[in-house]
């Protein structure tokens, strides 16, 4: 089953202590994207990579880093967590090709900073 | 810079009743668009797309929506309504260049009642 698996899928942490959340897909999709939702404000796009060693900024990157070491992986890392970083998170990928826009999201993860 | 605005937060039909979404869009050239429903708990699913072509798309789950350049607009429709379309819906906007960016709207939360 085609999948984009994220975890944890809740957290509740404290401010400055650093976490990753985790995003697989099984699709073998090139391109790879992390969103934040917050209330009326819609999804804002943190970071994308279009293929392995290839990331670029999104809309909202200020406080998040991310690497893709390999093609199914695409974790999102805060250094030192704040309160403004309590939101729902989703990683979504597709394949390459017309508009690369995504095509499957994870179920997501909602994050808590205390 | 694009942008999206669905000008509904909440709408509320009756089963069996038609739908319309409203989504307008910002775009300096002819941009690629999305409608994406999200049901509680879970990520986002894509329901139809427009690149290019006949404006008018089919989508899964008995969805359509028609793409009118002249205002800017790509309306959600359906012509009956189940209850299980109880859901939030975003409109998106892609770039058509090589950036792999979507811009979503705020969503429309659809309330249905039997």
């Known amino acids: 089953e085609a999948q984009v698996t994220q975890n944890p899928r809740y957290l509740i942490t404290v401010t400055g202590k650093k976490l990753t959340v985790t995003c697989s897909q099984n699709m073998n999709h090139e391109y790879m994207s992390w969103y934040r939702q917050d209330p009326g404000l819609g999804l804002r796009q943190i970071y994308y990579?279009?293929?392995?060693?290839?990331?670029d900024k999104g809309d909202v990157p200020e406080g998040y880093k991310v690497s893709r070491k390999e093609k199914r992986n695409f974790p999102l890392i805060l250094e030192s967590p704040s309160p403004n970083q309590t939101s729902l998170y989703f990683c979504?990928?597709?394949?390459?090709?017309?508009?690369?826009?995504?095509?499957?999201f994870g179920d997501g993860t909602r994050l808590s900073i205390l | 810079a694009q942008s999206v605005t669905q000008p509904d937060i909440h709408i509320t039909v009756s089963e069996g009743a038609s739908l319309e979404l409203r989504c307008n869009y910002s775009?300096?050239?002819?941009?690629?668009l999305f409608w994406y429903v999200q049901s509680p708990g879970q990520g986002l699913q894509l329901l139809l797309k427009y690149f290019s072509g006949d404006t008018l798309v089919q989508g899964i789950k008995g969805f359509e929506a028609e793409f009118k350049r002249s205002q800017s607009s790509f309306n959600l429709r359906k012509p009956s309504v189940h209850w299980s379309d109880a859901a939030e819906y975003f409109c998106a906007v892609g770039h058509t260049g090589t950036a792999s960016k979507l811009t979503f709207g705020t969503g429309t939360r659809l309330q249905v009642t039997l």
């Open positions: 775009y300096g050239a002819t941009p690629y």
């Open positions: 990579s279009m293929n392995v060693e290839v990331t």
């Open positions: 979504a990928s597709s394949p390459l090709g017309q508009g690369n826009q995504p095509q499957h």
